[in-house]
Nanobody, 125 residues
Framework: VQLQASGGGLVQAGGSLRLSCDAS????????MAWFRQAPGKEREFVAY?????????HYADFVKGRFTISRDNAKNAVYLQMNSLKPEDTAVYYC??????????????????WGQGTQVTVSS
């Protein structure tokens, strides 16, 4: 499966952005999906997770709970990350990730074999 992330940009603190992860090659219905982010000089960190279509259990990193929402649109073969109340510390490159199987835990980057190219989110204060 090929993933294409988009929707990043420059926004003021308190603003909103919606990231998209469009897939081609295979349907995402059977894939676990997640968003990770990486700020300059920092390690890649988990942001949000959604399980396969039809179940769609979600989990979030504590620092985005109540502000970000992950969702999937099976008809469009896409996953989204709605980001509200953005803070300067949310500035990072955001990556979508996918895998058919999660063997250990959904919040570790090494669980995912397929990655989008990343989209830059910059939040100004």
């Amino acid at each position: 499966v090929q993933l294409q992330a988009s929707g990043g940009g420059l926004v003021q603190a308190g603003g909103s952005l919606r990231l998209s992860c469009d897939a081609s090659g295979r349907t995402l219905d059977y894939y676990h999906m997640a968003w990770f982010r990486q700020a300059p000089g920092k390690e890649r960190e988990f942001v949000a997770y959604i399980s396969q279509a039809g179940i769609s259990t979600t989990h979030y990193a504590d620092f985005v709970k109540g502000r970000f929402t992950i969702s999937r649109d099976n008809a469009k073969n896409a996953v989204y990350l709605q980001m509200n109340s953005l803070k300067p510390e949310d500035t990072a490159v955001y990556y979508c990730a996918a895998d058919r199987y999660i063997y250990s835990t959904y919040d570790e980057w090494y669980e995912y074999d397929y990655w989008g190219q990343g989209t830059q989110v910059t939040v100004s204060s």
